[in-house]
């Protein structure tokens, strides 16, 4: 298992110590997916909080991906950001900010060489 697969194929390999797998996965490229089989809370929190992926599940599979309500994509390797739902729409945008000032008037304290900038700004915030 030196490479991700993107198939069919399940590798399954058992493991007695949780260490163990985690060092496994961390040595390795980060995964798009991680899918965890357990009942032990301890095992589950220190899988999660360790390792980095795209996505996951624990005791079950794809279902990350079957929900729009969760974003889906890789880290690293695997790919960069969410293109799913509304993260995909949130990924392929760009929010533009514009600020527009009137022309019509325009405070002198607003600037550096403003005489009497701060004692106005003062009288404002009193």
């Known amino acids: 298992m030196q490479e991700?697969?993107?198939g069919p194929i399940l590798p399954l390999f058992t493991?007695?110590?949780?260490g163990e797998v985690i060092e496994k996965v961390q040595s390795r490229p980060k995964p798009l997916a991680l899918y965890l089989f357990t009942t032990n809370k301890?095992?589950?929190r220190a899988v999660l909080g360790n390792l980095s992926f795209g996505g996951?599940?624990?005791?079950?599979t794809l279902m990350h991906v079957a929900t729009p309500y969760l974003p889906f994509g890789g880290v690293g390797e695997s790919g960069i950001g969410s293109y799913h739902g509304f993260d995909s729409?949130?990924?392929?945008?760009h929010k533009k900010s514009v600020v527009k000032q009137t022309n019509r008037f325009d405070f002198a304290f607003r600037y550096p060489s403003s005489k009497n900038?701060?004692?106005?700004?003062r009288k404002i915030l009193k």
Do not use: A, P, S
């Open 56 to 60: 996951g599940c624990v005791n079950d």
């Open 89 to 93: 729409f949130n990924t392929f945008t």
């Open 15 to 18: 493991y007695r110590d949780i």
């Open 117 to 121: 900038g701060l004692r106005m700004i």
């Open 42 to 44: 301890e095992i589950e």
């Open 4 to 6: 991700e697969i993107f």
